[in-house]
C-alpha cells in the first residue's frame, strides 16, 4: 500500500517504534505497547529504551533515545509528565519522526501544576516540529499494519480487521475507547485504527479526521467528543468524509451543564454550545448518536450502507401487536409509516388471510412459515415499491431461520435496505449479514439505529450545497462602524445599528432621531401616530429593561411625556451613559414576532440563531442554529424546523406570512455579521413578518463590538 502523504503518517502508521521507558513486564505502561507489536507480528523496527537492561525478549534495549541507531517514525514515551519536555527534546534531537505521551497528570488534573506542565508540553511540541499526541492517553492501535503504541487490558486480545470494511475509531476518552471497542467487536465491526486523543496539547482531534480523509482504506470513522479546538478544520474535514462516501459517526457529550462541565474538565477541552454542535453535525451530515450502545449499533450499520434507506419504513412482522408496537416506535423516532398503496396491498392480501394486516405494518400471520414462494413475492413487491424507502422485518429465530433463504435471495437484488429484529437468536445470522442484511437483536436499539442511518442515507444522496460568495462590505456600514470605533463605544446605538442592517438588505421601521423634546414630538407629527419612543444610546444594549421605551403614543402630549420618561429613567439606571436623545417611530401593526441574532461560537465562529419571539424563544427554547454564512434557502429551511413554524404559514383562519421575505431579511443580517469582522453580536429582536408578500420589518436591533486593542468589554446595560 502506498504511504499516505500526511503530517500524522509516522504517528499513525508507524514503520518504527522506539518505546522510552520500556519494560520486560507486558502489564506495565512501557511494557504493553512492546509485546504487542512482538506478539501480533509487527513487521518494522522495535527500539526499547531503559538503562535497566542490556535486552528485552532478545531485542537489544538502549540506555537513552540518543543511542538508538536511526530515527523511528515514532516514540511512545512511558515517563513521568515532570520529565516528558525534556525527553521530548532529547527525542527531536535524535531524529524521532513523531511522539506519543501516555503520562496523566497534566492540565486534565485541575491544578497550576499541571497546566504548568501542558503549557510547557504544548511550547515544546510548537519548539520541536513534531506531531505529539497526548498527553493523557492510552495511545493509538493499528491493525493493517499491527503497531501497536497503546497500552489498556482491552488490547491485549486483539484482531485484525474482518473483510469488507475499515473502521477508524478515535475517541478522547480512553475508557470510552476501550468500551466502544468490545462493544463494536461484539457486532462485528472490524476496526483498523483505534485512537485515544487525550489531551490534544498539540494534535487535535480534527487533524486526526484529516489523516483518516486521507487514508483511502478508511470506510467509516466514529469517535466520542467532549470538545473540538478547531472548528473550521472539523467542517472542512466533514466535507471531504462526505464527498468520499465515509460515515462520519459521532457522540458528542455535553446536553446537560453538568455534562458540559465534565467533558470540560475531563480533558480541559471547551466544550462549547451543544446546540451548535448538533447544527454544525447536521450541516455536514454527521451521523449523531445519542449513546454508547447507539454509537456500536449505528457503526455495525455503516457496514450495509450500500443499502440505501430513507424514511418511509415498510413494518413485516408475524403479530399485530408487534406490527403496532415497532410502528409507534419509528413514527415517534421521526420517521413514516405510509399506508401502503391498494395495488400492493392486493398483492400482499392474496397470501395473508383476512385478519391479517396488509395496510403497513403488515401482519404476515404465522402462516408465513409455509408460504415461502409468497414470501418472496412479498418482498419483491415492497423492493420494487415507491412508497417505502427501506423495509424492516421483526421474526423470532426459529421463524427466522425458515424464511431466512428468501431473505438471502432478495437482499442483494435491490439497492433497499431489508433489516431484521430477531430477539430469540436465529443460526442465520450469518447468512443474512453476507446477503446485505443487518439483523438486531433488541427492538428499542434497532428502532434508533434505523431510523438515525434513514436520514443519513437520505441526505447522502442530496448534492452537498456550495457555499455562498463572501458579500463585499458596504462602505457607509464600514463608516458606522469606524465612527463608533473612533469614539471608544463599544455598542451601536440602535439607529446606527439598523442604518448598518439597511444596507445588506435588513429594512427598518420609519423612524427619526430627536435631541430634544421639541424634537420628539416634530418628529411623531411627520411620522403619524401612532408612535414608539425609545432612549437612544449606545451604553443602554436593552433599554426596555429600564423603563426607556414606551410604546402606543397617540398624541403630541403622550411623546412629550415619553421624551421625559425615559430619559430620565436612563439617567438613573446609568447615570454614566452617553443619552443622545430618542428615536421616535412608527408603531408597527401586530404580527408574527421572530427573533435572530448572531453572535460568535468559540469552537465554529458566528451562529445565527432563529426563533419564534415570546414564549416560544424563552420558555419554550423553540430556536434553530446555523453556522453562517447563510442564505436565504437555509433560513427558510430553519424556519420550517421550529416547532411554531405553523403561526408563520398560517393557522386558524390567519393568512400565511412572507415566509420569503423574512427569510431574506435574515440572511441579510448574516451578510451584515460576515462583512464587519469588528461585530461581536448582532441581535434583531423583533422582526415583524407581515402576510402576504408585505415582507419583515426589524424593530429593534442591537450591535455589540469587539474590544479594539486596550478597550475593555462589557460596557453598557445588557440584560
Known sequence: MPEIDHRLRPLLDPRSIAIVGASQNP???????????????????????????????????????????????????????????????????????????????????????????????????????????????????????????????????????????????????????????????????????????????????????????????????????????????????????RERGVPLILLKIGDTDKGAAAAASHTAALAGSQAVYRAVFDEHNVIQASDLSHLADLTYLARFRAHKAGPRVAVLTISGALGALLSDKFVQSGCEVPTLPADLQAVLRTGIPSYGMVANPVDLTGNIVNEHAFFSRVLAALQESDAVDMIVLYAPGYLLDKIAPAIVEAAPRSSKLLAVIDTQEAKSRASLEAAGSPIFEDTARAVAALSTFARWSQRSREATPARPAAVKASSLAAGIVAEARKRGATALDEVAGKALIAQYGAAGTPERKAASEAEAVAAASALGFPVVVKVLSADILHKSDIGGVKLNLADTAAVAAAWRDVTAAARKAMPGARIDGVVVQKQEKPGVEVLAGITRDPVFGPVLTVGLGGIFTEILKDIQNKPLPATASDVEAMLRSLKGYPLLAGVRGKPACDIAGLSRTIAALGDAYLAHPEIAELEVNPIVVRPGEAGAVALDCLVTLSPADGQESGKGVHA
Request: glycine share 10%; aromatic share 10%; hydrophobic share 45%.
Open 27 to 241: 502489564a506495565r505502561v512501557g511494557g504493553m505497547p512492546f509485546f504487542l507489536c512482538l506478539q501480533h507480528g509487527f513487521k518494522g523496527q522495535l527500539y526499547p529504551v531503559n538503562p535497566k537492561y542490556d535486552a528485552i525478549e532478545g531485542i537489544t534495549c538502549y540506555p537513552d533515545i540518543s543511542s538508538v541507531p536511526e530515527p523511528a517514525d515514532i516514540v511512545a514515551l512511558a515517563v513521568p509528565a515532570a520529565e516528558v519536555s525534556a525527553e521530548l527534546r532529547r527525542a527531536a534531537a535524535a531524529g524521532m519522526r513523531s511522539a506519543v505521551v501516555f503520562a496523566s497528570g497534566f492540565a486534565e488534573a485541575g491544578d497550576a501544576e499541571g497546566k504548568r506542565l501542558q503549557d510547557e508540553l504544548e511550547a515544546t511540541a510548537a519548539e520541536i516540529g513534531i506531531p505529539v499526541a497526548g498527553p493523557n492517553c492510552m495511545g493509538f492501535a493499528n491493525l493493517k499494519s499491527h503497531a501497536y503504541t497503546v497500552f489498556g487490558s482491552v488490547f491485549k486480545n486483539l484482531e485484525p480487521p474482518r473483510s469488507g470494511q475499515s473502521v477508524a475509531l478515535l475517541t478522547q476518552s480512553g475508557n470510552v475507547c476501550a468500551t466502544v471497542y468490545q462493544m463494536g467487536r461484539k457486532l462485528g465491526v472490524p476496526f483498523a485504527t483505534v485512537v485515544n486523543t487525550g489531551n490534544e496539547a498539540a494534535v487535535e482531534f480534527s487533524e486526526y479526521l484529516d489523516y483518516f480523509a486521507a487514508d483511502p482504506d478508511i470506510d467509516t470513522v466514529v469517535g466520542y467528543v467532549e470538545g473540538l479546538r478547531n472548528g473550521d478544520r472539523f467542517r472542512a474535514v466533514a466535507d471531504r468524509l
